[in-house]
């Protein structure tokens, strides 16, 4: 059961490479997102991204305080569940129905979307700060969404004039 655990909570292990875990954590939701992208579909991509965000919030919470107490702190860096989530979400939220379902648009989307999710996430500007003062896993995955959004956000923001 602990390595059920240990292998949801780190990612399937992308959380143990050192360093910056958080950066190759958040990486598995965009390599999904581009993959599926490639059918010129944006519903998968939408519904696929809406389970990570859900598996990966649930996750956090669920077993949260079994991971601060096998690492001993809190929102351990090796746990990288959280990123899973937040980086999904930042995806979820993109306007892949206004895209052109193209290659070059799919990975625009997916870049800038991880680029913008590791620069809220790394950050974490007022408030999402605050947020990992919530107790066990909460504390753990909410600031990650709440990166994910501004991160959608500021994508929206750039996207806006490229959409016809």
């Keep these: 059961m602990n ?3 240990l292998l949801a909570l780190t990612a399937g292990g992308t959380g143990l490479i050192k360093p910056a875990s958080g950066t190759w954590g958040s990486l598995p939701p965009v390599i ?11 519903w998968p991509i939408q519904v696929a991204m809406a389970a990570l965000v ?10 949260g305080a079994w991971a601060e107490e096998k ?4 929102d351990p860096g090796e746990v990288v569940l959280d990123e899973v989530a937040g980086q ?4 979820l939220l993109l306007p892949w129905p206004l895209l052109e379902p193209s290659l070059t648009w799919v990975a625009i989307a997916c870049g800038m979307g991880f680029i913008s999710f590791r ?3 790394i950050t ?9 003062r919530f107790p066990c896993g909460w504390g753990i995955v909410l600031d990650d969404l709440a990166a994910g959004i501004a991160a959608a ?3 929206w923001l750039i996207l806006l004039p490229f959409i016809s």
């Design 153 to 155: 956000a500021l994508c």
């Design 124 to 132: 974490k500007p007022p408030p999402i700060r605050g947020l990992q």
């Design 88 to 91: 999904a979400l930042a995806l």
């Design 3 to 5: 390595q059920i655990r």
């Design 119 to 121: 620069l809220f996430d």
């Design 32 to 42: 999904l997102a581009f993959l599926i992208g490639l059918s010129g579909l944006s």
């Design 54 to 63: 859900l598996l990966g919030t649930w996750g956090c919470v669920a077993m």
């Design 71 to 74: 690492w001993k702190t809190h």
